[in-house]
């Protein structure tokens, strides 16, 4: 092997460890929502979202935002579908309790609104968790939104 070569592969992995590999996140959406028969809106580079069909003919939308994250500073991708507007007759010691057992999902509370939110670094991210991440929230999101409110609202 001429040292071309070499340094051409040297330059290679410094790059790939430099600049990892990411899957194209909002292609993965897009081709989930068009399989699913739900619905894709890519803002921006940054931003999508995505409306999930469930059962009984409801739906549920989930927002798509890459971010670098304040706790690592590596890229990730946040999955995020209100729930309702937080209030004192909401459990919070109950939800913290569900937390425990979802997959991917939490709730959090943002802008007085409850939420259910997953996230995942796009670094290591597969195709499979980014369709089983927007699932999981949609169902929860929708079954507290019901439970909580009794209506179909997001």
Do not use: C, W
């Not at 549920?60 to 309702?84: D, N």
């Not at 259910?116 to 699932?135: H, N, R």
């Not at 999981?136 to 609202?153: C, F, N, P, R, S």
């Amino acid at each position: 092997m001429a040292l071309a070569d070499v340094l051409i592969i040297l330059v290679f992995f410094y790059l790939t460890l430099k600049f990892p590999f990411t899957m194209d996140i909002f292609n993965t959406l897009k081709n989930y929502a068009d399989q699913t028969g739900g619905s894709f809106s890519d803002y921006d580079h940054s931003k999508a979202i995505i409306v999930v069909p469930l059962p009984n003919g409801r739906f549920q939308t989930v927002l798509a935002v890459m971010e670098k994250s304040k706790t690592s500073g590596r890229q990730r991708i946040i999955f995020t579908s209100k729930v309702t507007d937080y209030n004192t007759s909401i459990d919070a010691h109950d939800l913290l309790v569900q937390n425990g057992l979802f997959d991917y999902s939490k709730f959090i509370v943002d802008d007085n609104q409850l939420k259910v939110v997953a996230s995942g670094l796009t670094e290591s991210i597969s195709e499979d968790e980014v369709k089983f991440m927007v699932q999981e929230v949609a169902q929860l999101a929708d079954h507290y939104e019901l439970k909580l409110t009794g209506k179909d609202i997001h």
